[in-house]
């Protein structure tokens, strides 16, 4: 077999998207489609998000610098009900979690690479998805994030197989981007019907 890990995004791919959860509660609540995305990308890597996600920040420091850099630019969410959104929608998806357990048993190596925040990891723990991969790097614990090239390489260190030997299914383009510079097979995750489809013929295996 050609391929000997499979790197998984976990926010858009294991479990339900966060994106759409920004956009549901930017439409019930008049704010622009696209805010906080545009906010996070406008503040770049000094920006609360981005510090977050690097663990930089805990939630309530987070929450009292983002609430200023969206009202600076027009509206306030605010972070922490956003948050608070995001951890109650997001549920994982059944199926696939059902590939992760088919990919282990045919002797893949499994790795989450997920940009998180601090306690993230005990949400995991909640949804049963540690014990299905062999590695989880975390963004908030690591001190980097995607799309900076360095975590990938931790990522590749950590699962002992080159970027050629790795399939990585995020939901972000930018992510994915990044990984195929560096010589990773990628997949764009619309839905998981779709990138199980796509990973089981880069694998060979049955993942549907």
Known sequence: MRYQAILFDIGGVVVD?????????EREHGIPEGFLNRVVRETGPTGAWSRMERGELDAAQFCAQFDGECTERGHLLPAAAVLDRIALENKPRPAMMEALRRLRAHGLVTAALTNNWKNDGQAADRHGLRPLFDHFIESSVVGLRKPDPAIYRLAFAQIGASPDRIVFLDDIGAN?????ELGVTTIKVIDAPQALRELGEHVGIELL
């Open 176 to 180: 994915l981007k990044a990984a195929r």
């Open 17 to 25: 998207s966060p994106l759409h959860t920004i956009a549901r509660y």
